[in-house]
């Protein structure tokens, strides 16, 4: 069995390599907060007067929306969801690091969250391509 040269250079299989990168390891960290790790957020939303139940939308779009995101689910619905996770999480935990740099790595110290945030901003703009279980629909 050969390999087709052009899979190499298909911009679907850039695609699938995008979604599996911003959806599976943002999926480690939805993982985390539905093991119990969730609270702090409910906390930082309380102490801005907000209701700490909004703390469950960022665990479902970590868990599920990640998970839509890998298999090609309605990727740019998904996507849409995790850009505004994405900029909710930088504005509560990072906006005091948005003009840092971090000294141990020499990084921009916010380069983790806007990863995540223009990965899933590709995939607004891009959809899932053609690896994906809803190819072709409106949301994908």
């Not at 906390?43 to 779009?61: D, H, K």
């Not at 740019?76 to 000294?103: E, K, S």
């Amino acid at each position: 069995m050969t390999l087709n040269k052009d899979f190499l250079r298909s911009n679907d299989f850039g695609l699938l390599v995008l979604r599996l990168t911003v959806g599976g390891l943002m999926l480690f960290h939805g993982v985390a907060k539905v093991m119990g790790g969730y609270a702090f957020i409910g906390g930082m939303l309380e102490s801005m007067g907000l209701p700490s139940f909004i703390a469950w939308f960022a665990v479902a779009t970590e868990l599920i929306g990640s998970i839509m995101i890998v298999l090609g689910i309605w990727t740019r619905a998904a996507a849409v969801v995790m850009v505004g996770n994405m900029v909710v999480a930088i504005l509560m935990a990072h906006m005091g690091q948005i003009f840092t740099i971090d000294p141990a790595t020499g990084g921009w110290a916010i380069e983790l969250p806007m990863l995540y945030l223009l990965g899933a901003a590709a995939l607004c703009f891009t959809g899932a391509g053609r690896f994906a279980l809803t190819k072709g629909s409106v949301l994908d």
